[in-house]
C-alpha cells in the first residue's frame, strides 16, 4: 500500500503562483511514476503532470512552460512536488496526486486550487 498526502491548494489571484506537495510512503520502492490530476466541477479528472523514477517529465499542454513536477527520494518518503505559475481560471480543480505502483493506481485525497481574483 501507498499513503498519498496533498498539501499546498488555496486561494491565489490570476497570474499568481502556488506550490503543491506530494509525500508519498508506505511501500514506496516499487513506485515507477508520480504525478498531479485535477478534476474542475462538471469535468473529468485529467494529467496535469507525471515524472518517472528517472526523471523524465510528462506535461499536457494546456500548463505547459507554466507547471513544473519536481520530485526528492527521502529514505521513507517520496515528494513530489508541482510548482504552479502564471495561474487562470481554468486552472481552478481539485488536484490529486496520484503513485503508479507496478500497475496499481494510488490517489491522495486532493486538495483545491482556486484561481480568482
Known amino acids: 500500500q501507498v499513503q498519498l498526502v496533498e498539501s499546498g491548494g488555496g486561494l491565489v489571484q490570476p497570474g499568481g503562483s502556488l506550490r503543491l506537495s506530494c509525500a508519498a510512503s508506505g511501500s514506496i520502492f516499487a513506485i515507477n511514476a508520480m504525478g498531479w490530476y485535477r478534476q474542475a466541477p462538471g469535468k473529468q479528472r485529467e494529467l496535469v503532470a507525471a515524472?518517472?523514477?528517472?526523471?523524465?517529465?510528462?506535461?499536457a499542454d494546456s500548463v505547459q512552460g507554466r507547471f513544473t513536477i519536481s520530485r526528492e527520494n527521502a529514505k521513507n518518503t517520496v515528494y513530489v512536488y508541482l510548482q504552479m505559475n502564471s495561474l487562470k481560471p481554468e486552472d481552478t480543480a481539485v488536484y490529486y496526486c496520484?503513485?503508479?505502483?507496478?500497475?496499481?493506481?494510488?490517489w491522495g485525497k486532493g486538495t483545491l486550487v482556486t484561481v480568482s481574483s
Open positions: 496520484n503513485a503508479d505502483r507496478s500497475g496499481v493506481d494510488y
Open positions: 515524472i518517472t523514477n528517472g526523471g523524465r517529465t510528462n506535461y
